[in-house]
């Protein structure tokens, strides 16, 4: 079992910066393929960025160059540098971790980007 808690959201401008963490406990985390999503309303929730155990990354197209995943295996912690945040970000974001077939999820974080 894992359990993921996400903290870092708010209420920001557009250009400005966030940065999201998400807590692990409860398992060898290090080991876990992590990824935030987020899902805006009335949209279907969608990947943002994906780190793997060993730290390879990809990002949603809407992201690339703008937004940066990370992981520090020793804190059990993930983050998500969010730059240059448009309207169109936000979302309530989600953490996940998963391994196999076994995934968990945050309670997500609200990002609000006003114009």
């Known amino acids: 079992q894992v359990q993921l808690v996400e903290s870092g959201g708010g209420l920001v401008q557009a250009g400005e910066s966030l940065k999201l963490s998400c807590s692990a406990s409860?398992?060898?985390?290090?080991?876990?393929?992590m990824g935030w999503y987020r899902q805006a309303p009335g949209k279907q929730r969608e990947l943002v960025a994906a780190?793997?155990?060993?730290?390879?990354?990809n990002y949603a197209p809407s992201v690339e160059g703008r937004f940066t995943i990370s992981r520090d295996n020793a804190k059990n912690l993930m983050y998500l540098q969010m730059n240059s945040l448009k309207p169109e970000d936000t979302a309530v974001y989600y953490c996940k971790a998963q391994r196999y077939t076994n995934a968990y999820w945050g309670q997500g974080t609200q990002v609000t980007v006003s114009s």
């Open positions: 780190i793997s155990g060993s730290a390879g990354t």
């Open positions: 409860g398992s060898i985390v290090s080991i876990y393929a």
